[in-house]
C-alpha cells in the first residue's frame, strides 16, 4: 500500500512571492504518476500539475513547478509569483503505473491549506 | 468541454433514510471512481467501475452499493444513512484505469448532509 504524507497542514504566503509546499510519500512501486490538485472554496478538485516517475526532469505548469526526488520519494510543489486565486487546500497524489490487475485510486495526503495574502 | 457531472449538487436526507447520487463522465471515458471527502479531511477512495463491471472496492461501507450502466453513468446509493455519512462525495472519470497517466477528471461533487 502507498502513503503520502503532507507535513504542512497549513501556509502563508504573500502575494507575488513564492511558496514551497512539501510531500513525501512511501511505495515499493518504481512505475508511478504522482500529482498535486487544488481544492478552492468552491471545492472543485482541479489538477495542478502531474509528474511521471521515470521521467527525471521535473514538471513545470506556467507558475507551477515540482522538485520530484525519486530516491528521497519526495515531490514537492513550488508556486510562484503566487496570485489570491492560490488560495486553495492542495493534495499531494499518488497513483501506480497501470500494469494490469491491481488497484489503481488516487492516494491523497491530508493537504496543505495554502493562504494567499493581499 | 464536456466535464464530469455529478447531481444532485446538495442534497439533505434524515437518519435512516436512502440516497442516490449519479454521476456522468465524461464523454468516452469508460472508468469511474467514487470518492468521500468529510470535513476538513482528505479524499478517501469508495469504489469504481471500469467498462461497467466493478474494478476496485475501497472503505465503501456495506449500506453503500453502486453501479454503472451502459451508458456509463453510474450511481451511488446509500441506505440507513447515517450522521457521519455526511460529506463530499466527488465522481472522477477517466479513459483506461489510470487514464493514461493524466489522473482523474472530478467532478464538483454532491454535498450530502444527514439530520
Redesign the interface.
Known sequence: AQTVTQSQPEMSVQEAETVTLSCTYDTSESNYYLFWYKQPPSRQMILVIRQEAYKQQNATENRFSVNFQKAAKSFSLKISDSQLGDTAMYFCAFMKQYSGAGSYQLTFGKGTKLSVIP | AAGVIQSPRHLIKEKRETATLKCYPIPRHDTV?W?QQGPG???Q?LI?FYEKMQ??K?SIPDRFSAQQFSDYHSELNMSSLELGDSA?Y?C?SSL???GT??????G??T?LTVV
Open positions: 471512481y470518492y479531511q482528505d479524499p477512495f469504481s474494478s476496485d475501497g463530499l466527488f472522477a483506461g484505469r489510470t497517466g493524466d489522473g482523474y477528471t472530478f464538483s461533487g454535498r
